[in-house]
Each structure stands twice: as structure tokens, then as C-alpha cells.
């Protein structure tokens, strides 16, 4: 007889049974679903996005289980929520994430602060295209680039600002 | 034409477009203003033409040298030669967008007028639910701009 390998006092752990899904559990995403589009107004912050308030109105088109893909107007942000109960005149939502949109560097004020990108005309020998200067001591920091934001990505990355 | 000389035209053609901004004319003229601005080291006006009429250039142009260059379908086939350089201050592109030009079948960047062929050619600007903004039409390569200094104002500058 073979040796018996559990001792005594000791029982091989029981696995846990579970009850499987029911083919009705699961269906297209499309078919019990929907995924909203929302285009948010300027001024709405991210707590703001999980007020009842906010969804008042349209909550009543709302399911349980809804995704709301929500693009600031500004577009200042981007964020992805799911509808956990609505109904007339409430909303109960969830953000799953939030992702904050990068400013646009080659505004002026999106420059870092202190520096000026100019356009100096095509002066030969690569000293004219957009260049890059300290605005406190005029310092050209970079020069020649053909287009803005390659001026702006060689002034980010040279030594002084790195 | 070599590598370098063809980088010189390409800084030059950017020089011209920024210069007269959005620029209409046949291809002679464009070519004898083109030879002007480079000097004594311009190539011939045939290798020029050569030179701009590849689409390779055409793409570089607007890819890299905030230009865009075209041959238009008119009854004249005018040269186009626009810069698309954006004002980057908040003010300049608040007061570029309230600008209309003159018809209604005119370019909003460029102003130029396409006098009744537009379909094709001119594109109306849509916001972000897809509507048309302002009865707006824009050339394919003008969009860029324009919609850089939408996004501009809408951000606030930021």
C-alpha cells in the first residue's frame, strides 16, 4: 500500500467550487451597453465630474454600466467614467481615469518663462530660420531650426534648462 | 541638385512665403522671385521648376518648413505659395479669427479665392461635435495653422 503522504492533522486543501457563467451572462458589449460621447464645458473641474448636478438633466438617458468618454472644450483634459446608476434628475458616476492634455508649448506663454523664439529670415550659413533667445541678456541659445517647434525642442533640451 | 543646395531652396522658398504671406502667381514668376532671393548660387530656373513640382518637395515644405506650395486647378494653373507660420500671441490669433475675408469662397487663412470651384479644394472647418464653425472654409493645408490658433483661443493661451 502506498505510503499515505498527509499526515494526520492535516487535510489537502478543498477546491473551491464555482458556479459558471450562464450563456446569458454575456453578450456584444454593444447590445447592452453604450459608450456616450460628452463634450464638457470649459470650467468643469475633475471633481465637478462626478456631481449628480452635472448629469441632471441627461441622466435619464443614462444605464447602469454606460461609459462616458468626456473631452474637455478647452481641451484641457480628457477623462473616461462609468455610469454607475442614473436615472431622472441624478447620476451616479465613476471616474475611472483622467488624463490631463499637455499645454501648447509653442504658444508664447506656453515658452518657458524668460525666452523668446524668433523668426531672424534666412541669413545663410545657418544663423537665420527660428531662433531662440534670453530675453534679460539677448543671448541667442539656439538658432537656424526651420520650423518653430524644432527651435522650441532645441531649447528645451539645451544645457541650461536641462 | 545636391543636398545642400536643395536644403538652401528650401529655407529660401520659406523665406519668400513669409514674406508675401499667401502668394498667387504663374510659375515663372514664382521661379525668377525664388532665383532673386537666393542670389548668385541659384540654380536654373529649370532645375527649380524640377525641384518644386515633386511632391517629396511639396510634403518636405509643409512638414518642416511651415510652407505649404501647390499648383491650383484654375484656368490658369497659378502657383500658390502660402506660409503657414501662427501667430503664437494670444491677441494676434483672437483678432486673425474674427477675420473674414472678403467672399464667401475664399480660403479663412489664406483669403485667397477659389470663385466658385471649391468643392474639392476649399473644406469647411468643423468643431468638435463635427458641425461647421462660422460658414469657415479652409484649404487642405491651411487647416493646420487655423486650427492651431483655434486650439490657441480655446486654451487660453496655455
Given at each position: 500500500?502506498?505510503?499515505?503522504?498527509?499526515?494526520?492533522?492535516q487535510?489537502?486543501?478543498?477546491?473551491?467550487?464555482?458556479k459558471p457563467?450562464?450563456?446569458?451572462?454575456?453578450?456584444?458589449?454593444?447590445?447592452?451597453f453604450?459608450?456616450?460621447?460628452?463634450i464638457?464645458?470649459?470650467?468643469?473641474?475633475?471633481?465637478?465630474?462626478?456631481?449628480?448636478?452635472?448629469?441632471?438633466?441627461?441622466?435619464?438617458?443614462l444605464h447602469?454600466?454606460?461609459?462616458l468618454?468626456?473631452?474637455?472644450?478647452?481641451?484641457?483634459?480628457?477623462a473616461?467614467?462609468?455610469?454607475?446608476?442614473?436615472?431622472?434628475?441624478f447620476?451616479?458616476i465613476?471616474?475611472?481615469?483622467?488624463y490631463?492634455?499637455?499645454?501648447?508649448?509653442?504658444?508664447?506663454?506656453?515658452?518657458?518663462?524668460?525666452?523668446?523664439?524668433?523668426?531672424?529670415?534666412?541669413?545663410?550659413?545657418?544663423d537665420?530660420?527660428?531662433?531662440?533667445?534670453?530675453v534679460?541678456?539677448?543671448?541667442?541659445?539656439?538658432k537656424?531650426?526651420?520650423?518653430r517647434?524644432a527651435?522650441?525642442?532645441?531649447l528645451?533640451?539645451?544645457?541650461?534648462?536641462? | 541638385?545636391?543636398?545642400?543646395?536643395?536644403?538652401?531652396?528650401?529655407?529660401?522658398?520659406?523665406?519668400?512665403?513669409?514674406?508675401?504671406?499667401?502668394?498667387?502667381?504663374?510659375?515663372?514668376?514664382?521661379?525668377?522671385?525664388?532665383?532673386?532671393?537666393?542670389?548668385h548660387?541659384?540654380?536654373e530656373?529649370?532645375a527649380?521648376?524640377?525641384?518644386?513640382?515633386?511632391?517629396?518637395?511639396q510634403?518636405l515644405?509643409?512638414?518642416?518648413?511651415?510652407?505649404?506650395?501647390?499648383?491650383?486647378?484654375?484656368?490658369?494653373?497659378s502657383?500658390?505659395?502660402i506660409?503657414?507660420?501662427?501667430?503664437?500671441?494670444?491677441?494676434?490669433a483672437t483678432?486673425?479669427?474674427q477675420?473674414?475675408?472678403?467672399?464667401?469662397?475664399?480660403?479663412?487663412?489664406?483669403?485667397?479665392?477659389?470663385?466658385g470651384?471649391?468643392?474639392?479644394?476649399?473644406?469647411?472647418?468643423?468643431?468638435?461635435?463635427?458641425?461647421?464653425?462660422?460658414?469657415?472654409l479652409l484649404?487642405?493645408?491651411?487647416?493646420?495653422?487655423?486650427?492651431?490658433?483655434?486650439?490657441?483661443?480655446?486654451?487660453?493661451?496655455?
Open positions: 500500500m502506498a505510503k499515505n503522504e498527509v499526515s494526520e492533522g487535510q489537502a486543501p478543498a477546491v473551491p467550487s464555482i457563467l450562464t450563456r446569458s451572462a454575456m453578450t456584444f458589449a454593444d447590445a447592452r453604450v459608450q456616450w460621447s460628452v464638457m464645458p470649459r470650467g468643469v473641474s475633475k471633481e465637478q465630474l462626478t456631481l449628480s448636478g452635472l448629469w441632471s438633466v441627461i441622466g435619464d438617458q447602469t454600466g454606460d461609459r468618454t468626456v473631452m474637455a472644450e478647452d481641451r484641457s483634459y480628457y473616461e467614467c462609468l455610469v454607475l446608476d442614473a436615472g431622472r434628475g447620476a451616479n465613476h471616474l475611472l481615469n483622467y490631463h492634455l499637455p499645454a501648447l508649448l509653442v504658444a508664447q506663454e506656453g515658452l518657458p518663462p524668460g525666452f523668446e523664439i524668433f523668426f531672424a529670415g534666412d541669413l545663410g550659413n545657418g537665420g530660420g527660428y531662433c531662440a533667445k534670453r534679460c541678456d539677448g543671448v541667442l541659445m539656439t537656424g531650426h526651420n520650423n517647434e527651435c522650441l525642442a532645441a528645451l533640451e539645451s544645457a541650461t534648462l536641462r | 541638385m545636391n543636398t545642400e543646395d536643395q536644403a538652401t531652396v528650401l529655407r529660401h522658398v520659406q523665406h519668400v512665403a513669409r514674406h508675401f504671406s499667401a502668394l498667387r502667381c504663374s510659375g515663372e514668376k514664382l521661379i525668377e522671385l525664388l532665383r532673386f532671393d537666393i542670389g548660387a541659384a540654380p530656373a529649370d527649380l521648376s524640377n525641384f518644386l513640382r515633386k511632391e517629396d518637395t510634403k515644405l509643409e512638414a518642416e518648413y511651415e510652407t505649404a506650395l501647390w499648383i491650383s486647378c484654375d484656368h490658369v494653373k502657383w500658390r505659395l506660409c503657414l507660420a501662427t501667430p503664437t500671441e494670444l491677441q494676434n483678432a486673425r479669427l477675420l473674414r475675408p472678403p467672399s464667401g469662397d475664399s480660403c479663412s487663412w489664406c483669403w485667397q479665392a477659389e470663385r470651384h471649391i468643392d474639392g479644394i476649399l473644406f469647411p472647418e468643423l468643431n468638435l461635435r463635427g458641425e461647421p464653425i462660422d460658414s469657415r484649404h487642405r493645408a491651411c487647416m493646420r495653422p487655423w486650427k492651431l490658433m483655434r486650439n490657441l483661443v480655446e486654451r487660453g493661451g496655455v
